[in-house]
């Protein structure tokens, strides 16, 4: 049940965006190895927002917001501004009455002085080039989508989430009482990679943080994911630079660099590996498995 649900919310997530125009991402879900699927639906792909995202500083304190915005979602969906000044409709996911995830209608501008002086500070904070980023926003569409006419759509996305993590932690409930060894271990491992792994994220890192030693960690996930902890990283790298190459310029080495890889040759081997074709090619041919 879990995988037909899966598939049915990431084609409704594509229908809305090709029938509406609608640049929906999903956030802050912690559900395992599941998160992969919707690696594709997690970064905004509009020019501006994946210019300033070239600096992976930039890139980290988009990610470290997601706390604050879980919290506000506890009052319902809002219209707010991002601290690099786009315009964006947030929804909440809950599950039991709780806020696990969002949704995100993003990549639209407004045409204010408060607006533009967030833009001036945001470029005086990271070093960039205010004129060049001013340029950038103001490509982005000024028409927002009727509220009423988001509620209702993203209502029907939010319901299929909903039943998304029951089956999930049915599902979990189930493995955890199959398998109780180890497994609290690598549902902490899995939720720190899927907060990290746009970072040059290390086994050292995550073992850390799962309060474990490095070989432990690796044991015990190659069990229960079917995968080693760097396959499984690299497979959530490869389906944002799907994301990358088919709705930005960025070069091959600067999405490299965006996702963690130290190294844009090793990128494209790994690219590679997975696509069955290089980075280039697959820019020109994103249909291509």
């Known amino acids: 049940m879990i995988l037909p649900l899966l598939h049915h919310i990431t ?27 919707f690696a594709p639906y997690n970064i905004h792909g509009n020019p501006y927002c994946s210019c300033v995202k070239m600096n992976r500083t930039v890139w980290r304190a988009c990610i470290d917001r997601q706390d604050k915005v879980c919290k506000a979602c506890e009052q319902g969906p809002f219209w707010g501004t991002c601290h690099a000044g786009v315009y964006e409709y947030v929804y909440p996911l809950r599950y039991n009455e709780q806020v696990c995830g969002f949704l995100c209608v993003s990549g639209y ?25 001013a340029a ?7 028409d927002v989508p009727e509220e009423a006419f988001l509620d209702t759509v993203l209502s029907v996305l939010a319901d299929s989430f909903t039943l998304l993590f029951h089956y999930i932690k049915k ?24 907060f990290h792994f746009e970072t040059p994220v290390t086994v050292e890192e995550i073992a850390a943080d799962c309060h474990c030693s490095p070989a ?74």
């Open 216 to 289: 432990q960690l690796s044991r015990i996930f190659n069990k229960m994911a079917g995968r080693s902890i760097h396959g499984y990283i690299n497979h959530l790298r490869v389906e944002k630079a799907k994301v990358l190459l088919t709705n930005t310029d960025l070069t091959v080495t600067e999405i490299a660099y965006a996702l963690g890889f130290s190294d844009s040759n090793y990128f494209t081997r790994i690219f590679r590996q997975h696509c069955r074709m290089s980075p280039r090619a697959y820019r020109f041919h994103p249909s291509h498995p």
């Open 11 to 37: 084609r409704y997530m594509d229908f809305l965006k090709n029938q509406y125009g609608l640049q929906i991402t999903v956030h802050h879900l912690d559900i395992g190895l599941y998160f992969s699927y």
């Open 109 to 133: 501008k407004r045409e204010d002085e408060a607006v533009f002086g967030k833009i001036r500070h945001f470029a005086d904070t990271y070093e960039w080039d205010y004129r060049t980023l």
């Open 136 to 142: 950038l926003y103001r490509t982005l569409p000024g």
């Open 171 to 194: 599902a979990e409930r189930k493995s955890c009482q199959e398998q109780t060894s180890g497994y609290a271990i690598f549902s902490r491992a899995l939720a720190y990679i899927n």
